[in-house]
C-alpha cells in the first residue's frame, strides 16, 4: 500500500492565486522531505529538500518566496505555490526519505507520493 | 559537478530480456537507485546499489560497477505492464541532505 499521500491529487486554480500541497508519510517518520517537480516526458527535477524544523534547502534557480516550504511535522510537509501563474502548471511530486529501513528497504530508500497535477489557467 | 546519462527511449517484445543502462559521474558515490514511473504516476523504487555487483529481486535485476560509473537494470520476462519510465537516480556522499539525482529516465516500450 501507499506509504506517502499527496492532496490535492490535482488542482485547477485561476492566475494569481495560491496552491497549498499536502505531502504525508503514513507508516515512518520523515525528517527530510523532497519536492520535485516533473514536465510532460522529462525527468524529475529536485526543487527542494525540506528538513522537519529547520528552513528548508532550495535548488539553484528555484524562487523561495513564490515556493514555500513548511515541514512541520514528522510526517506532513506542505508546499505552497504563491501568486500561480500557467507557468507553473506541473505536476509537483514528494517524497519522503526513510532513514530507519523501518520499511524493509535499504535505508534512505525515498518513497513518492503520487503527486498532484496543478494547472494554472 | 554531477551527471547521469540513460537512453531516452528503448523497445522490446513481450516475454524477452532487456537491460538498461545508466552511466553517472559524481563528486562521491553513495548508492544508485532504480524506480520506476507509470504515465501520470509518481515513481515507485525498484532497486538499490551501493556495492559492485547484481542485485536480484524476482524479474528485475540491478547491477553496478562503481569503477566504471555504471549500472543496469534488467528485466526479464517482459510483460506488457513493464511499459513505463524507468529512472537511475544517485546519491552524493558529498551532500549530506540525501537528495538523489535523477536521470532523464528511460521509456521502454512493450510490444506483443
Known amino acids: 500500500g501507499a506509504v506517502v499521500s499527496q492532496h490535492p491529487s490535482w488542482v485547477i486554480c485561476k492566475s494569481g492565486t495560491s496552491v497549498k500541497i499536502e505531502c504525508r508519510s503514513l507508516?515512518?517518520?520523515?525528517?527530510?522531505m523532497f519536492w520535485y517537480r516533473q514536465f510532460p516526458k522529462q525527468s524529475l527535477m529536485l526543487m527542494a529538500t525540506?528538513?522537519?524544523?529547520?528552513?528548508?534547502?532550495?535548488e539553484q534557480g528555484v524562487e523561495k518566496d513564490k515556493f514555500l516550504i513548511n515541514h512541520a511535522s514528522l510526517t506532513l510537509s506542505t508546499l505552497t505555490v504563491t501568486s500561480a501563474h500557467p507557468e507553473d502548471s506541473s505536476f509537483y511530486i514528494c517524497?519522503?526519505?526513510?532513514?530507519?529501513?523501518?520499511?524493509?528497504?535499504?535505508?534512505?530508500?525515498?518513497?513518492f507520493g503520487p503527486g498532484t497535477r496543478l494547472t494554472v489557467l | 559537478g554531477q551527471n547521469i546519462d540513460q537512453p531516452t527511449e528503448m523497445t522490446a517484445t513481450e516475454g524477452a530480456i532487456v537491460q538498461i543502462n545508466c552511466t553517472y559521474q559524481?563528486?562521491?558515490?553513495?548508492?544508485l537507485f532504480w524506480y520506476q514511473q507509470h504515465a501520470g504516476e509518481a515513481p515507485t523504487f525498484l532497486s538499490y546499489?551501493?556495492?559492485?555487483g547484481l542485485e536480484e529481486k524476482g524479474r528485475f535485476s540491478s547491477f553496478l560497477s562503481r569503477s566504471k560509473g555504471y549500472s543496469y537494470l534488467l528485466l526479464k520476462e517482459l510483460q506488457m505492464k513493464d511499459s513505463a519510465s524507468y529512472l537511475c537516480?544517485?546519491?552524493?556522499?558529498?551532500?549530506?541532505?540525501?537528495?538523489?539525482?535523477f536521470g532523464s529516465g528511460t521509456r521502454l516500450l512493450v510490444r506483443p
Open positions: 525540506s528538513n522537519e524544523g529547520s528552513k528548508a534547502t532550495y
Open positions: 507508516d515512518f517518520q520523515a525528517t527530510t
Open positions: 517524497s519522503a526519505r526513510d532513514f530507519s529501513g523501518s520499511l524493509g528497504t535499504p535505508t534512505d530508500t525515498q518513497y
Open positions: 546499489n551501493v556495492l559492485d
Open positions: 559524481t563528486s562521491g558515490f553513495n548508492g
Open positions: 537516480a544517485v546519491r552524493d556522499r558529498m551532500d549530506s541532505s540525501y537528495k538523489l539525482i
